[in-house]
Structures are given as C-alpha cells and as structure tokens.
C-alpha cells in the first residue's frame, strides 16, 4: 500500500510540475488544481470569480473528474452556462486521506484525458 501511496504522489508532483509549465504558475494545492479544472469545464476563459463562484468551480471539478469512474453524470448547462451534475451511484465512505487519494487518482487521469498529458509514473 505505502509503494502504491508513493506511485501517486510522484504522479501527482509530476502533473503539478506539468501545470506549472503550461500557467506558468505552479498549484499550491489539490485545491487549486480543482479551481483550474473547474474553469477549464465551465469554458469561460479567464475571468474573476466571486467566492461562491470559486466554490462552485471546485464543485464542477469533483463532479466531472469523478465522472470517469461513473460516480456523476452531467444533466446540462443552465441558463448562464454552468454545467449541473447529478450524483448516480454512491461514492464509497472514504476518511479525508483516501478521500483525497481517490481525487488525486482521477484528477491524474482527467489531465491523462482531457488533454493528452503524458504523467509517466504508473498509478
């Protein structure tokens, strides 16, 4: 379990790595990596967001990268253009560490995904 936790976060250091090449700036946190997924989702471009907006982004962000693995579906873009989700099967009961493992996992494979990015370390 502990080779498997390392595997990981290599990869994680890694996509972090990648994203400071690509903004130029490299992501604090998990969270900040989900507020740039978020926008990225919600295709608005650059923009300043209110905190409740910010809040929302993340929501995005949890929904779809978690959506690879069945646990959301998206049901539309409302009015303004933000994609809703709706939950269809029930995330496993996870304290925070595995939590943010199982995050970590399927932000990896979002960017792996989404934009073709090559994270080498096998997770």
């Not at 903004?23 to 507020?35: H, S």
């Amino acid at each position: 379990m502990i080779k498997k936790d390392l595997t990981l976060e290599r990869s994680w250091q890694e996509l972090l790595t990648e994203l400071e090449a690509m903004i130029g700036k490299k992501p604090k946190d998990l969270n900040a990596v989900l507020f740039l997924i978020g926008v990225q989702e919600l295709g608005k471009g650059k923009k300043v967001f209110s905190k409740e907006e910010k809040q929302d982004l993340m929501h995005i962000a949890i929904c779809k990268v978690l959506s690879l693995s069945g646990f959301y579906e998206l049901e539309g873009l409302d009015e303004e253009g933000w994609p809703h989700w709706k939950l269809v099967k029930k995330l496993p009961h996870f304290d925070l560490l595995e939590q943010e493992k199982l995050l970590k996992m399927h932000i990896i494979e979002y960017f792996e995904k989404e934009l073709n990015l090559q994270i080498k370390s096998e997770h």
